[in-house]
């Protein structure tokens, strides 16, 4: 359902971009990353609709960070900046089931997530 790729290594300071192509693409698409040994957390998320759908970022990268999709193309990407080493994660590209809507604070809440890619893995260097 999802394909992403653009993951590698870095070192601190560069930049890397992702890209996910989803083949069912409605309402919100988001990023999470998960690290060793923590929890797989939301990073960024697009709404399809950018006229009523927010763009969202956690803190810890805000102004870092950038997401954006080309919509004719059916495409999403995640533009890292700034690379720090606890960047290190594998990234994953998520999207809802067409048809059903949440409440925008739960953006990034992982349950309501039906579709997911295989994860591509990014590693910083200090």
């Known amino acids: 359902q999802l394909w992403e790729s653009g993951g590698g290594s870095a070192q601190a300071g560069g930049t890397l971009t992702l890209s996910c192509i989803p083949s069912r693409y409605t309402g919100r698409l988001t990023w999470f990353r998960q690290a060793p040994g923590k929890e797989r957390e939301a990073i960024a998320s697009i709404h399809k609709n950018i006229r009523t759908g927010r763009t969202y970022y956690v803190d810890s990268v805000k102004g870092r960070f950038t997401i954006s999709q080309d919509v004719e193309k059916n495409t999403m990407a995640l533009q890292m900046d700034n690379l720090k080493p606890e960047d290190t994660a594998v990234y994953y590209c998520?999207?809802?089931?067409?048809?059903?809507?949440?409440?925008?604070?739960?953006?990034?809440?992982?349950?309501?997530?039906?579709?997911w890619g295989q994860g591509t893995q990014v590693t910083v260097s200090s």
């Open positions: 998520a999207a809802r089931r067409p048809g059903i809507s949440y409440e925008e604070r739960r953006w990034g809440d992982r349950s309501t997530y039906d579709y």
